[in-house]
């Protein structure tokens, strides 16, 4: 609420104020912000508004290049032990601790360019996946200089450095109190060849360092000179260390959290895709990989979290459910299961309290894992929670009045006023839910993934030999199918959240005639005559399900079409991560608390996003077609078809129906079927006369 008063206090600031302050273009969004002078009397500082307050006060230094940024941590640890890496190598080893940042100057010390100045097209970073390292690295080239920064273990990380500068430059690695996600140094203290800061940290750079500074940034001249002490004290938290990087071209520089280790319940093995892929394509191969590393680096303890980990701080179930079937599907099948647990035990949970999409959500996250252990033990485990969920979708199809029901965790903080946070839906309409939703009621959603979750129970009543409760959640499933079809062609089709469904994940649509034409219309009106996305979306998640839709529907360039958009309009170039809605979407105020990331243009990463670029580019490779009344196996349902001309193999692909591995050499097909055996069928790329060979 303070910073939307203090922006609109200061509306009157305009375009010549910001060339009257002589701040950066690319720092031209701080304008709102700089309210920071008025709301000093108004509002208790933060750390955010102290940082804002010193880049009004000194437009000309560096500062964090604020956007861009990604989740650089240990799976499962906490969001304060989460690390922040921005465009450029610029580095917080967790939130609020402080920045380490790359500077490189001329002879006289006069900087050229820092990690947060260098523009895009000078950058190009990556993740790399090092032996005997878990996590994968950044690793970043510029003209300058190659950085790669990595965790090493027993709370450390490590950046090395690879100077690429000419003798008439210097180079200096510089720790801050600003950074991607930094926080006030109130103490440096240089000894044996280690500089502690805060009395938490312990960093050393190999080889030593020709010269250290230690100063304060409030100083003049605090960017070339220094206090002369080997030991400094800032009492506002400006604190800075200097370390010029002379004599060598390589370079480690280690960072220790001696207090606050980050650790981690979560058990993994690895963090990339649990298959093996020969494809032509490089970016195909490294986008998927990425979408498993940056899930995965999202999750704290065994929940979820629907992205930025410090921007949402709690699980939700709506996108927690995409993230824990993507991750199964992927291969990472035991930290799906170990995600499991919060989703069985509790039926409503989420920044928006008892939403109605919770139960079918939940239910089908549920069984796509379980039908992957095939583990009677934890198919019994489920059983319970499974009934429970199924009968809370009946009770809601048979709703008389409004339904009440309670919810679990913590909301976001603007809705906390509500009155209707326990609303799961009103009475039922025409054989439908009126669920709750995003504070809507989309009855075709919530309708699609409820129809969606008594098809799931009901698979897993079926391998338990529960048939009667089977066979009636079938039939409620039947009836529900019908009343969705009648109801889409009302208005109720209208809503944008229809589409993101109707196919996959829930195969509710019986008629793809109607919704393929719906769909058209839609993607006409958001797309060019070259079929590309006009504008920049914000609910990126929702884009991204749309264009598994045409996938589903047969139509592989479209969502090649918007897959490739994507990749070339990623939140951090390389590293493909994506964003949602704009400024801090559902903001918990916890970037306030930091000294980096002060003008958030969106929620990035955004993991619902990263689970619907995984789940398409798996259904690329196989999916199931479930529009029938059996499924069908589909190979290679979005290859290209300049790939054909190529030798193209994937092994351990997952379906809830087993495990599947297939070969194109010679123009042949050959499929390998490990689990329950359907029909199978090649994508629309493939001549229609091709052979497919199955074997077990």
């Known amino acids: 609420m303070g910073m939307r008063l203090v922006a609109a206090a200061l509306q009157p600031f305009h375009a010549s104020t910001l060339q009257r302050l002589r701040l950066p273009a690319r ?196 960017k070339v000179s220094g206090s002369g002490l080997n030991r400094y004290t800032s009492e506002e938290g400006w604190g800075f260390a200097r370390l010029e990087l002379r004599g060598a071209k390589d370079w480690t520089f280690t960072t220790r959290d001696n207090l606050f280790p980050p650790s981690t319940p979560l058990a993994y093995s690895s963090m990339r895709a649990g298959l093996q892929m020969n494809l032509p394509d490089p970016k195909f191969t490294n986008s998927l990989h990425a979408q498993v590393a940056h899930l995965m680096m999202g999750l704290v303890n065994n929940e979820t979290r629907p992205g930025d980990p410090n921007n949402y701080p709690l699980n939700w179930l709506r996108d927690g459910a995409y993230s824990i079937v993507a991750l199964a599907r992927a291969g990472q099948l035991d930290v799906a299961k170990q995600l499991c647990r919060p989703f069985a035990e509790r039926d409503f949970f989420g920044g928006f309290g008892s939403e109605a999409d919770g139960p079918g959500l939940a239910l089908w996250a549920l069984d796509e894992v379980a039908a992957r252990l095939g583990d009677g033990e934890f198919d019994r485990w489920l059983w319970p929670h499974v009934q429970r969920k199924a009968r809370l979708i009946l009770e809601m199809l048979t709703a008389t009045e409004p339904l009440h029901k309670p919810y679990f965790g913590t909301i976001v903080p603007a809705h906390t006023n509500r009155d209707d946070l326990d609303l799961v839906c009103e009475a039922a309409q025409d054989g439908l839910i009126v669920g709750r939703m995003d504070w809507q009621r989309p009855i075709l959603f919530v309708n699609a993934v409820s129809y969606r979750g008594l098809l799931s129970a009901a698979e897993l009543a079926g391998r338990l030999g529960q048939d009667a409760d089977a066979q009636l959640w079938r039939d409620r499933a039947a ?33 793809k005639g109607p919704f393929e ?96 670029v995984l789940l398409l580019q798996l259904d690329m490779l196989a999916c199931l077609d479930e529009s029938g009344d059996e499924p069908t196996l589909v190979i290679g349902a979005g290859i290209p078809k300049e790939w054909l001309d190529m030798t193209l193999s994937v092994k351990g692909l997952s379906t809830r129906l087993g495990q599947v591995d297939w070969e194109w050499r010679n123009g042949k097909m050959t499929v390998w079927q490990r689990g329950k055996k359907c029909a199978v069928k090649l994508g629309p790329a493939f001549k229609s006369d091709t052979k497919i060979n199955v074997k077990d």
């Open 27 to 222: 720092h031209a969004g701080l304008i709102v912000l700089a309210t920071v002078l008025i709301s000093q009397s108004l509002f208790a500082q933060s750390p955010r508004l102290e940082v804002i307050q010193a880049m009004l006060q000194r437009p000309n230094d560096p500062w964090p290049r604020g956007k861009g940024h990604v989740v650089l941590a240990v799976p499962g640890c906490s969001e304060a032990s989460k690390g922040y890496h921005e465009p450029g190598g610029s580095f917080s080893p967790s939130f609020g601790s402080f920045g380490v940042s790359i500077w490189v100057a001329d002879n006289d010390g006069k900087i050229v360019a820092t990690s947060d100045s260098l523009p895009p097209d000078e950058i190009d970073q990556k993740l790399v996946w090092l032996t005997n390292r878990k996590l994968p690295a950044i690793q970043t080239e510029t003209p300058y200089y190659r950085a790669r920064w990595v965790f090493a273990g027993d709370g450390r990380w490590q950046l090395d450095l690879s100077l690429q500068t000419e003798r008439d430059k210097r180079s200096f690695l510089v720790v801050r109190s600003v950074g991607p996600a930094g926080g006030p140094v109130h103490l440096l203290d240089w000894h044996n060849q280690q500089l502690r800061i805060n009395e938490r940290w312990s960093l050393a750079l190999s080889p030593n360092p020709a010269v250290i500074s230690l100063g304060d940034e409030h100083v003049e001249n605090w």
């Open 479 to 511: 009836e529900l199918r019908q009343a969705w079809a009648k109801a889409f062609a009302s208005a109720e089709a209208d809503n944008e959240r229809t589409y993101v469904c109707g196919l996959d994940p829930t195969w509710v649509v019986s008629d």
């Open 517 to 612: 034409k719906k769909l058209a219309e839609r993607r006409a009106k958001s797309h060019d005559p070259e079929d590309g996305l006009k504008d920049k979306p914000l609910w990126t998640y929702f884009n991204v399900a749309e264009a598994h839709q045409w996938l589903m529907l047969g139509q592989p360039d479209k969502a090649w079409t918007d897959l490739r958009w994507f990749w070339d309009n990623q939140a951090s170039p390389g590293l493909f991560t994506w964003w949602g809605g704009k400024d801090e979407e559902n903001t918990f105020h916890r970037w306030e608390q930091a000294r980096g990331w002060v003008a958030p243009p969106h929620v990035t990463p955004h993991y619902w996003t990263a689970a619907g």
